[in-house]
């Protein structure tokens, strides 16, 4: 299994930035995926999720309304669209997928993310 | 949302010495409960899962136990591998909000 991500770097407060994460190794159409960020010095935070067929999504409510989550199941990517960036978004992301688990209404289920991307740095500030 | 209260935010510990962090959650969440290992520059490590299960590949120091909504994290025999920052995480409903982190330092 792996993740692999791309995107990132030095964006501007108010500006807009990209994060990619393509898998391997395993069925990816069969499980949901989120991202996950760490601020320096700061603890984890979950940033967001979108269900295995990418008709359901979910955010965190720091980031709902200016990230969007979505997934392209033939080239096995996920991704972040980051708009209206703040200097307080600035963290490292990972794109991780959780070992098991389901989304439905209003919520997912899930049982802990056993596979992780090496994280991207995005820092937003001018 | 469910709120994880982690404590203690860090402790200091030997080699050797039997360590436990406990997670709270603000409300009932099955066994939906995860911890990590996470160590500077690089990406967090899956310990534990469903509470109890010990995910492939990690030591069998390492367990979890739960009861109610309290959840509990041993590390028994601390080894010099495993001094690190460990975080749990609630995968019951979203958002799947983790614990506040745990710095385990060297004594």
């Known amino acids: 299994v792996q993740l692999l991500q791309s995107g990132g770097g030095l964006v501007q407060p108010g500006g807009s930035l990209r994060l990619f994460c393509a898998a391997s190794?395993?069925?990816?159409?069969?499980?949901?995926m989120s991202w996950v960020r760490q601020a320096a010095g700061k603890g984890l935070e979950w940033v967001s999720i979108i269900s295995d067929d990418g008709t359901a999504t979910y955010y965190a409510d720091s980031v709902m309304g200016r990230f969007t989550i979505s997934r392209d199941n033939s080239k096995k990517t996920v991704s972040l669209q980051m708009n209206s960036l703040r200097v307080e978004d600035t963290a490292i992301y990972y794109c991780a997928s959780p070992r098991g688990g389901y989304c439905s209404g209003s919520s997912c289920h899930g049982q802990g993310f056993n596979s992780w991307g090496q994280g991207t740095l995005v820092t937003v500030s001018s | 949302d469910i709120h994880m209260t982690q404590s203690p935010s860090s402790l200091s510990a030997s080699a050797g010495d039997r360590v436990i962090i406990t997670c709270r959650a603000s409300?009932?969440?099955?066994?939906?409960l995860s911890w990590y290992q996470h160590k500077p520059g690089t990406a967090p490590k899956l310990l534990i899962y469903a509470a109890s299960s010990l995910e492939s590949g990690v030591p069998s120091r390492f367990s979890g136990s739960a009861s109610g909504t309290e959840f509990t994290l041993t590390i028994d025999s601390l080894q010099p591998v495993d001094f690190a920052t460990y975080y749990c995480q609630q995968t019951y409903s979203t958002p799947w909000t983790f614990g506040q982190g745990t710095k385990v330092e060297v004594k």
């Open positions: 409300q009932s969440m099955s066994n939906y």
């Open positions: 190794g395993f069925t990816f159409n069969s499980y949901s």
